[in-house]
C-alpha cells in the first residue's frame, strides 16, 4: 500500500510470509516498476482496463492477452461470429481455425492408444 507519512513516502508492504531466496529479485523487480509509477493526488481513482480500446474490460480483450492472438493477425474470427449459422456450428469452426480439434492423429500425439485408420474404408490415417 502506498504511505505518505511527515514527508516520507514510499510503498509499505507487510508481506504475511518470509520471501525465497529466489523471490528477492522478483520483488526488486516489481519495486522498480512501482517507483516508476507516479500519482495524482487531485485526481478521482478509476478502473482502467488498458488492453481494452474504450478502457472498459472485455472478454475478447482478456482472450488475446492469454493467447497472444491478436483480432489484427486473425480477422477471420469476425467472419466467424457474424456467421448466420447456429452457434455451435461458430464454436466448432473457430476451434477448428485455431487448431483445437481433437482428430484420431492429435490425440495419437499426446499418446492416447487408439486405432487411426478410417472406419468406412479401413485405410491408414485419418
Known amino acids: ?5 511527515n514527508g516520507n513516502a514510499g510503498w509499505d508492504l507487510s508481506l504475511r510470509r518470509d520471501l525465497n531466496d529466489w523471490e528477492f529479485d ?4 516489481i519495486l522498480a516498476e512501482l ?9 478521482d481513482d478509476e478502473l482502467v482496463w488498458k488492453p481494452g480500446i474504450d478502457g472498459s474490460f472485455s472478454v475478447s ?9 491478436s483480432k489484427i493477425e486473425r480477422p477471420v474470427f ?9 452457434y455451435r456450428v461458430n464454436f466448432f469452426v473457430w476451434e477448428a481455425s485455431l ?11 499426446w499418446v492416447i492408444p487408439m486405432v487411426n485408420r478410417c472406419p468406412m474404408c479401413k485405410s491408414d490415417y485419418e
Open 78 to 86: 469476425k467472419i466467424i461470429w457474424k456467421a448466420p449459422i447456429p
Open 61 to 69: 480483450s482478456f482472450y488475446e492477452i492469454l493467447s497472444g492472438v
Open 35 to 43: 517507483d516508476q509509477v507516479t500519482l495524482n493526488r487531485e485526481a
Open 26 to 29: 522478483e520483488l526488486s523487480n
Open 99 to 109: 487448431h483445437r480439434i481433437h482428430t484420431q492423429d492429435r490425440l495419437q500425439r
Open 1 to 5: 500500500m502506498w504511505r505518505a507519512d
